[in-house]
Nanobody, 122 residues
Framework: QVQLVESGGGYVQAGGSLRLSCTASERSFSTYVMGWFRQAPGKERDLVARSTWSGARLSYADSVKGRFTISTDNAKNTVYLQMNSLKPEDTAVYYC???????????????WGQGTQVTVSS
């Protein structure tokens, strides 16, 4: 069964850092685009960052540019989200997802992780 397993969430004070990890269960994900989404209570699930496995194409939401970095480790089948200078408004459940098309919206991501909670205190 294809799986995406996330880890690395937690509780941090404003200005702190966390690194999220997402490991894919199959190497076939190397042809997919990997995305990190987040969903705060009562809000939509929004794209935070996305990247091809090669890193040749990647992008960020405006709200996290300059603070978050997405990266991949092909040997480990793992995609990371390094989050620096965290703010209380970054508090959300963060999801890793895999999709076939770089330019697709949220509905284009066929595989999702279980989510990991990130809480940033002020």
């Amino acid at each position: 069964q294809v799986q995406l397993v996330e880890s690395g969430g937690g509780y941090v004070q404003a200005g702190g850092s966390l690194r999220l990890s997402c490991t894919a269960s199959e190497r076939s994900f190397s042809t997919y685009v990997m995305g990190w989404f987040r969903q705060a209570p009562g809000k939509e699930r929004d794209l935070v960052a996305r990247s091809t496995w090669s890193g040749a194409r990647l992008s960020y939401a405006d709200s996290v540019k300059g603070r978050f970095t997405i990266s991949t480790d092909n040997a480990k089948n793992t995609v990371y989200l390094q989050m620096n200078s965290l703010k209380p408004e970054d508090t959300a459940v963060y999801y890793c997802a895999a999709g076939k098309n770089y330019d697709s919206g949220k509905s284009g991501y066929a595989y999702w992780g279980q989510g990991t909670q990130v809480t940033v205190s002020s």
